[in-house]
């Protein structure tokens, strides 16, 4: 996975967190990213807005394969 840079939407969705969301937000990072945040390449509101936009990524491809599963699912019945 190749790590992009903060998108200008997500540093402002991260400027609206709370401390407590923002925690949240670092402890489900991982590999390169974990990497670059502790070898401080990224800042901690870099580091939240690229978490925020992976998260945001891999919510929008789950609800698709749900909508598919629910769909075979139907054609089945």
């Known amino acids: 996975m190749k790590i992009k840079s903060a998108n200008n939407e997500y540093l402002e969705k991260v400027a609206k967190l709370t401390e407590e969301e923002g925690e949240r937000l670092l402890s489900r990072m991982r590999g390169k990213l ?14 939240i807005a690229i978490q925020l936009e992976l998260d945001d990524e891999q919510l929008t491809e789950w609800r698709q394969r749900m909508h598919e599963i629910k769909a075979r699912d139907k054609s089945k019945k």
């Not at 974990?34 to 580091?47: H, I």
């Open 34 to 47: 974990t990497r670059r945040f502790e070898d401080e390449k990224l800042s901690r509101v870099e580091a």
